[in-house]
């Protein structure tokens, strides 16, 4: 799957991206906002959006990468809501980062739609996500799975690669994880953050082996980008064959699947999130009362169905 759509993409100096749709009946203007394209989910998420501005005739919009920035964000969807705007999109980098955007949003009475990360202290139309309690839940259950069928053991010891600090996603997946943790014998050696970042998720991996070696049987990773840099860090040391499970469903990490009985993701469909957003945000234009979350469901892949998922996704 590419990060761009042919022919619906163009970038101002800005770096924002603008999708135009097609000519005629456009109705619905909106604009998406991700955290940063230098992560394939939110990659995917954008090639939802071009899809949908390609696919609908009523419906246009920009689309904003924020860079990992929280002011740019901010400043992104400040812009937007200068324009004119019928509603919009955005996956919060923070969950009160925005807080005040959705005040203004609401005031202006323009439909905000949360997706995939919720805004605290604020009220979107509604929040479109997998249920990231559950992600977590099931990610830690599958580990767990992977852990027995390695070896027999009355208690399993784990580390733990937490998400960015304050998001709601990271705040959802752990307790999810730890709900999961405290119901079956299970110990967390270490719970560190990661910032859902490969490259750091290598040194905390590094970390964690130096302070507990062999007494690690797997990793929980709050998404598949440190459960790859947790494999680097692992490969080639005695811990190499150490279990370890993700979150969302990344083409990098599903495709290690053959190389290692005892990898597995929680997939999340960013695709069908963007979709879904757009549908919701047309009903809140319309008037129509939303319900204040919708969930999408997640796909658990192992080795067993990773190559169907990599042919129907990527």
Known sequence: MTTESQGMTTENQGMTTESQGNSGGQDYQSTLSVPSLNIVYFARMQNGFN??????????????????????????????????????????????????????????????????????????????????????????????????????????????LQGTQGASVTNERQEGGMEYVNNNSINVLGSQTGEFSTETAVGVMEDFVTRYGDDIDGVYAHNDLMALGAHQALSGTELEDVAITGIDGSEAWVNLFSDNQYYGTIAQLPEEMIRTAIDMGIKAVEGEDLEDSVQIEGLEVTGENASDYLNQYF
């Open 51 to 160: 899809e949908a501005v390609q696919e609908r005739d009523n419906f246009s919009g920009t689309f904003n990468n924020s860079r990992g920035s929280q002011s740019e964000q901010i400043s992104d969807l400040q812009t937007a809501l200068s324009n004119d705007l019928d509603f919009m999109m955005a996956v919060p980098i923070r969950a009160e980062a925005l807080t005040p955007t959705v005040e203004q949003a609401n005031d202006q009475d323009v439909p905000f739609i949360a997706v995939d990360r919720n805004v605290s202290g604020a009220d979107p139309a509604t929040y479109v996500a997998s249920d990231n309690v559950s992600l977590g839940r099931r990610s830690v259950e599958l580990l767990h799975g992977f852990m027995q069928d390695a070896q027999s053991k009355d208690e399993y010891n784990i580390v733990e």
